[in-house]
């Protein structure tokens, strides 16, 4: 049984077809791990949710902030969303209700301790250490995973706060907690999320940081594994492993062995604005 990480996937069910196969994927066998953004922009969205759905248990998904854009239009029938050509067929879909219960109660973040990594979309805030990060996801988790998750999931989007502070809580520590595990790129030296900078680093302004470089780092022990930072290339320093190789652009598939020997492979991707996938 092998355990392999994989980025970002956007709806490009050809790409990660292609990857599969590359890395000789037995699906009776082997694990997946995914940071999250299975939906949106690419063509085959509900491709991707029903094949990764039906690994069931071999496969881990952590959300993403489109894969959260997909269940706050599930929540809104009136959001504009709803028309978005790359997530119409999902919503057309005759097992749309069951993919939506599916999706909604996949995590925001996972930990293993045995194979020593951790699965987040865009990372952890420098403020926080891994008990702090479980307990804040958690506590998102369970409102997307109850009840009222419709009117949690229209509530927790927006910009603000964008600096933790142990007062937090309640919707305000939900949104935060949201924001940075699924929207972070840079941050200021005191942890301020900054929303605006998408570049690679050094494009930024010089006040932001790369959230993985600030000093003293609470989390910088844990192996991080992310995507959402498509311009990050592929290494950035040590105990994070950047997986979002811009398929959607162009790029590539990642896919990073984490039993055995850990090792990336990656396919290229051709450009959606050429007619790719």
Request: charged share 25%; proline share 7%; hydrophobic share 40%.
């Amino acid at each position: 049984m092998t355990t392999f990480a994989i980025g970002d996937l956007q709806g490009l069910m050809g790409a990660f077809e292609r990857l599969l196969e590359r890395v000789d994927f037995d699906r009776n066998e082997d694990r997946l791990w995914l940071c999250g953004d299975l939906v949106n922009r690419g063509p085959r969205s509900l491709e991707v949710l029903r094949f990764v759905r039906g690994l069931g248990e071999r496969a881990i998904v952590v959300l993403g902030n489109h894969d959260l854009y997909l269940l706050r239009a599930a929540a809104d029938p009136g959001l504009e969303a709803r028309s978005d050509p790359s997530l119409r067929a999902v919503f057309d879909a005759p097992d749309r209700d069951e993919i939506i219960d599916w999706l909604r109660v996949q995590p925001l973040l996972h930990h293993d301790p045995a194979l020593g990594y951790t699965l987040v979309h865009a990372g952890l805030p420098p403020a926080w250490d891994l008990d702090l990060a479980q307990t804040h996801a958690r506590r998102v988790e369970e409102e997307l995973r109850g009840a009222g998750w419709r009117d949690f999931v229209r509530s927790v989007f927006g910009n603000d706060p964008d600096t933790w502070h142990p007062k937090l809580s309640g919707l305000p520590a939900q949104r935060f907690t949201v924001n940075a595990l699924t929207r972070m790129r840079f941050v200021t030296s005191t942890g301020r999320l900054d929303f605006k900078h998408k570049g690679a680093p050094g494009s930024q302004p010089p006040d932001l940081y790369p959230w993985f470089e600030i000093p003293n780092r609470r989390n910088r022990d844990l192996h991080i594994l992310f995507g959402h930072w498509s311009t990050l290339g592929r290494s950035r320093g040590p105990n994070v492993y950047p997986l979002d190789g811009g398929c959607l652009w162009g790029g590539t598939l990642r896919a990073m062995r984490l039993d055995g020997e850990s090792h990336l492979v990656e396919v290229d991707c051709p450009c959606l604005e050429a007619g790719g996938d």
